[in-house]
Nanobody, 116 residues
Framework: QVQLVESGGGLVQPGGSLRLSCAAS????????MSWYRQAPGKERELVAT????????AYADSVKGRFSISRLNAKRTVYLQMDSLKPEDTGVYYC?????????WGQGTQVTVSS
């Protein structure tokens, strides 16, 4: 059974940093790409960052380039999202996602609030 469990969210001031983690189980983690998405109140869920199965390639939404960094540690079956220089518009629920054969698997999400 595929499970993705996010952690690390919280309340942070503008300009601050947070590191999100997503612990995976129930599948061969090292075989699949992973992504982080977010959903702000009243908005659609959007892709934030993605990483290949080996970690050799990453991609980011324009809104987070230069501020966020996605990484993974296959030995720990975990993907990370380092978020620096946070802005109020980064507020939302952050989800990790994987998928194959036309099926997507999501975690339950972790809340990130950027506010003074």
């Amino acid at each position: 059974q595929v499970q993705l469990v996010e952690s690390g969210g919280g309340l942070v001031q503008p300009g601050g940093s947070l590191r999100l983690s997503c612990a995976a189980s129930g599948f061969t983690f090292s075989s699949y790409g992973m992504s982080w998405y977010r959903q702000a109140p009243g908005k659609e869920r959007e892709l934030v960052a993605t990483i290949t199965n080996t970690g050799s390639s990453t991609a980011y939404a324009d809104s987070v380039k230069g501020r966020f960094s996605i990484s993974r540690l296959n030995a720990k079956r975990t993907v990370y999202l380092q978020m620096d220089s946070l802005k109020p518009e980064d507020t939302g629920v952050y989800y990790c996602k994987t998928g194959w054969s036309g099926r997507a698997y999501w975690g339950q999400g972790t809340q990130v609030t950027v506010s003074s």
